[in-house]
């Protein structure tokens, strides 16, 4: 009786740790927040783009402009960067095969053609792909108004104030 009780417990521990099996221990390190700052927003993007099974390793940055720029390179060679503008733009998650995904940002300006942002990846990481797309735009600064009419009327020194 007391080696069956013991031979249940080894069968039911082995079945439990089984559960587990193809499930990734890594999954949902990578925290995304509405506080995070550019550096983190950047950070995570890239590590997006370097982790994915693709034959590519990805890089982002942010340029001053509100421009995604997009480097895509392979061992020994590499892809000269695309630029595309955040303002305006959309993002799509999209299957492309089963179980793998691939995300792509149109564009206001040109919204006929979609540039490949990060593809090869799960579900899940397209989806944070997805919001980190939506999210850096608030990272972009206006830019200055160079509107001369709006400016204010100056009058020399010591000219006379006109009163109505």
């Known amino acids: 009786m007391r080696r069956q009780r013991h031979i249940m417990l080894l069968l039911l521990a082995a079945t439990l740790s089984a559960c587990s099996d193809g499930y990734s221990n890594a999954e949902g390190e990578l925290m995304l927040r509405n506080d995070m700052g ?82 090869h990846m799960d579900a899940v990481d397209a989806t944070q792909v997805e919001w980190l797309l939506d999210y850096l735009p608030r990272f972009c600064v206006e830019p200055p108004r160079t509107n001369w009419d709006a400016r204010p009327s100056v009058q020399p020194v010591g000219a006379r104030l006109q009163t109505s």
């Open 38 to 119: 550019l550096e983190g927003a950047l950070a995570a993007l890239n590590r997006l783009g370097q982790d994915q099974p693709s034959d590519y390793h990805w890089d982002y940055a942010l340029l001053p402009n509100c421009e995604l720029e997009i480097r895509k390179r392979r061992l020994l060679s590499r892809r000269e960067p695309i630029r595309v503008s955040l303002r305006g733009a959309e993002s799509d998650k999209k299957a492309v095969a089963t179980g793998r995904y691939e995300v792509t940002l149109r564009a206001s300006n040109h919204p006929a053609q979609p540039v490949v942002v990060l593809d």
